[in-house]
């Protein structure tokens, strides 16, 4: 016999399905969320820091050159978002 699911479950996959058919919401893999413990999407966060925090992100970019985003988004925003997590 098949087991019923747990209305919870069947009520996040209602609200799931909702936000990817009414807001273009995109759904992610589990290899994608490469801060496992905090479940952060680091690439998926650079991109939209990038779309909307280009001015920005260029001043960064002139300070630190190609390492920009390594020396502000690893080592300063992950940190400031984990630990906010926490």
């Known amino acids: 016999m098949a087991r019923k699911r747990q209305p919870e479950l069947t009520f996040q996959q209602h609200i799931a399905d909702y936000l990817v058919r009414e807001h273009q919401y995109g759904v992610l893999e589990q290899a994608e969320i490469t801060d496992t413990t905090h479940y952060i999407a680091e690439d998926h966060l650079w991109a939209f820091l990038k779309a ?3 001015d920005t992100l260029k001043k960064l970019h002139d ?3 190609t390492d920009a985003r ?3 988004f690893v080592n300063e925003l992950c940190k400031r978002l984990q630990a906010k997590l926490a």
Do not use: E, L, S
Request: glycine share 12%; proline share 0%.
């Open 63 to 65: 300070d630190y050159g």
């Open 70 to 72: 390594v020396q502000v």
């Open 52 to 54: 909307t925090q280009a």
